[in-house]
């Protein structure tokens, strides 16, 4: 049994718990995706922009900004979700 990874996730446990007490949705963590493939969507999305991601559906993104989803296929994960806190950064 490894308690320092024990300790660690309980630890990170309860930091989510009192971020998503104290913050609700806004501490959610955030993963930022690059666009690869703007084509039939050039009025939209630009490629090579990063874009911030706000939820995942059906196979698709909700990005930040916009209200409807794009297909996951035109974007690659620039950064895994990650939650700051008081200038520190946890993976989520």
Sequence with gaps: MDTDSDLRDERQAVVRR??????GRAAQATMI???VDSMFQTDVLVEGWEYEV???RDDCYILSGF???FSKRRF???SQPTIEF???VAAA
């Design 18 to 23: 009192l971020l998503d007490a104290y913050f």
């Design 33 to 35: 995706v690059r666009c």
């Design 54 to 56: 706000r939820a995942e």
């Design 67 to 69: 209200d409807k989803g």
């Design 76 to 78: 690659e994960i620039v």
């Design 86 to 88: 008081s200038g520190r």
